[in-house]
């Protein structure tokens, strides 16, 4: 799981052996069960997600019902914008499957900021490359059918589509659980 | 302008003279036109636009329709996720009033960041940031119902209301012209 964290890193800044033995000194890595809860709504949080394996999502409790916003899996990074704007969370986090996840803080990484001034790069150009992956799935949503929804979900996270729930997909593509299911049978229609 | 630009600065970084001295002699500052096209689908870009004055927006040709995807105005910072990624541009970026921008490129602020590198830190700071109001934003969109979103948006931005045409409204909102005519017609029952 270390290699799998530092062939991450080394997309972005390449690390000597004491870099990296400042990081393992950091114990950032952490198992956790499918079901385990990270953050609740309402709470403070200062914690950053990375996952090496497994899948967590966010979602929100809206009238009694949950909407299912994000689907983190391999490599993805999650820090949730409560931990950003210090306030309150508005959503949930939660572990999808049984996970391997580093935990940093925001204390950690103003401490390894500050040792290792390239750190400051890396978070720099992942913040960026992450706001432009976000914002593309952003304007597809916007601007897809339902379909085309899961049509660009089926080519670009194949793996989704088997690893969550129904309904839990069902209200991150924006529909109901019903939808959903006519959708996929229509489309298993067109291909046969 | 100028004032603007080092006052939003200041939020994240204080700056020295020098450091003033040297954005003010990069001819940052730009006065376009409304209708401007400042990006063209299939073009590569490698230009950032910070808003001094006025409102940009993005949008997409669907079709041979134009989807309206997101508007920035007053101190909102936009760099085409065709710029991180080095690819052509999907979208098309223009000018929907006259507006004064700064226009930066990817070698200018390699350029500074590796002068000042103060300026690393405030490039990471406002990513995060971003990344953030982006999600906040998308989860609102994922799930609010579009009289939701159009409620939202009179909150939130209110003054896009009347600055941005109905029909480039309707399709950021992620609905039909026809649809927002109704809609707003319901909400004015609603309210008298």
């Given at each position: 799981?270390?290699?799998?964290l530092f062939s991450f890193i080394s997309k972005y800044i390449s690390l000597t052996e004491d870099e990296k033995n400042a990081l393992l000194s950091l114990n950032l890595f952490h198992s956790l069960k499918k079901g385990t809860v990270l953050l609740k709504e309402g709470?403070?949080?200062?914690?950053?997600?990375?996952?090496?394996s497994g899948c967590i999502?966010?979602?929100?409790?809206?009238?009694g019902e949950e909407k299912t916003t994000a689907f983190y899996t391999e490599t993805d990074?999650?820090?949730?914008h409560c931990v950003i704007h210090q306030t309150p969370s508005d959503y949930y986090v939660s572990c999808v499957e049984d996970c391997i996840l580093t935990i940093s803080n925001a204390d950690m990484e103003a401490e390894v900021n500050s040792k290792f001034p390239k750190f400051e790069i890396m978070c720099r150009k992942l913040s960026e490359e992450?706001?432009?992956k976000q914002r593309i799935d952003f304007d597809e949503f916007k601007t897809s059918s339902p379909e085309q929804r899961y049509l660009n979900l089926l080519q670009?996270?194949?793996?989704?589509i088997q690893r969550v729930p129904q309904h839990q997909?069902?209200?991150y593509l924006g529909i109901k659980p019903q939808s959903?299911?006519?959708l996929r049978a229509r489309i298993l229609e067109k291909k046969s």
């Open positions: 799981m270390q290699n799998k709470q403070y949080a200062k914690e950053s997600y990375f996952v090496l999502r966010t979602y929100y409790i809206i009238e990074v999650l820090t949730p992450l706001l432009a670009k996270r194949p793996d989704l997909l069902a209200s959903l299911s006519r």
